[in-house]
């Protein structure tokens, strides 16, 4: 079974910093998801990868599959960006999703 | 508008008393799945579908049931509810196993 850990738990910036999320896994994957869920509890997808990086906004993910590793990056942080980032991982062939913990972003006007 | 839907929304009933949650994607999408959530655990997958008529089981299907009779509905069933059941849940559709997914709003259920 993946395990999935993500750092750090929680995360306290200040409107304009850079941040970086962290997600590792243990065991080979088809692909890995960054999901967003605000206080109130919906989640959103923000991207699906199997290599490399993808952009969108001020949001970026990259993953370095022969780490077993992934980061997601917010530029330019902003209040309306506090919220639980939260990693998953898909397995080879087969259809389950193994979550992360998820890592909480408050970000301070 | 592309959504998935779950109802109800809010639920608390007491241990024993069969109850279902329902969940239906207007997206035409193969892959439905639930998910409980709960504090300290994270997302945790209970069962999933991959099209009308097949599904299996997740990482904690004990307790629940689900069926796939139609491609938009894919309903959770709790036949006879205990408290540690007391969770928030979520489902969830793709189009094939290689898109993202999209979650419905959410499900909070206590079992007294």
């Known amino acids: 079974k993946n395990e999935v850990e993500q750092s750090p738990q929680n995360l306290t910036a200040q409107e304009g910093e850079f941040i970086t999320i962290n997600c590792s896994y243990s065991?080979?994957?088809?692909?890995l998801h960054w999901l967003q869920q605000h206080p109130g509890g919906g989640i959103v997808s923000l991207f699906m990868?199997?290599?490399g990086k993808k952009k969108h906004g001020r949001l970026i993910a990259t993953i370095n599959i022969q780490e077993k590793h992934s980061s997601l990056h917010i530029t330019a942080s902003h209040p309306r960006d506090s919220a639980v980032y939260i990693c998953?991982?898909?397995?080879?062939?087969?259809?389950?999703?193994?979550f992360g913990k998820g890592t909480l972003l408050t970000v301070n006007p | 508008e592309a959504q998935v839907t779950q109802n109800p929304r809010y639920l608390i009933t007491v241990t024993g008393k069969k109850l279902t949650v329902t969940c239906s994607q207007n997206?035409?999408?193969?892959?439905m799945s639930w998910y409980r959530q709960d504090p300290g655990l994270g997302l945790r997958q209970i069962y999933y579908?991959?099209?009308?008529?097949?599904?299996d089981k997740g990482d904690v299907p004990e307790g629940y049931k689900v069926s796939r009779k139609e491609k938009r509905n894919f309903p959770l069933i709790l036949e006879s509810p205990s408290p540690n059941q007391t969770s928030l849940y979520f489902c969830?559709?793709?189009?094939?196993?290689?898109?993202?997914?999209?979650f419905g709003p959410g499900t909070r259920l206590t079992v007294l």
């Open positions: 969830a559709s793709r189009e094939r196993v290689y898109n993202e997914q999209f």
């Open positions: 065991v080979g994957i088809s692909a």
């Open positions: 579908s991959m099209n009308v008529e097949v599904t």
């Open positions: 998953a991982v898909r397995g080879g062939s087969n259809y389950k999703l193994t």
């Open positions: 990868l199997s290599s």
């Open positions: 997206m035409n999408h193969e892959y």
